[in-house]
């Protein structure tokens, strides 16, 4: 993971702690990693910083009980790598 990667994903995590217990949706997160990158992005790659959210458990979500849609939050885990970051 390069600075820049590194960058993307402090935004993102950022991002999820501004939204706080309301969560955002993958929509809104994606265009935060997409603003972050600086350059045009492909699909590949948002959908691999996302991924990554999930996978180390830095990001859980809910479902938003009139739409169904889920949003998402950011964990004590992800907390903590914000921090160390």
């Not at 180390?56 to 009139?66: A, C």
């Amino acid at each position: 993971m390069d600075a820049n990667d590194r960058y993307v994903i402090k935004t993102a995590l950022g991002t999820l702690r501004a939204a706080g217990g309301t969560g955002v949706t993958k929509a809104a997160l994606i265009q935060q990693i997409d603003l972050a990158a600086g350059t045009p992005t492909t699909d590949e790659q948002r959908e691999a910083a996302f991924k990554m959210l999930e996978e180390r458990g830095w990001m859980t979500y809910h479902l938003e009980p009139i739409w169904h849609e889920r949003r998402y939050t950011l964990t004590e885990r992800g907390f903590t790598a914000l921090e160390g970051m």
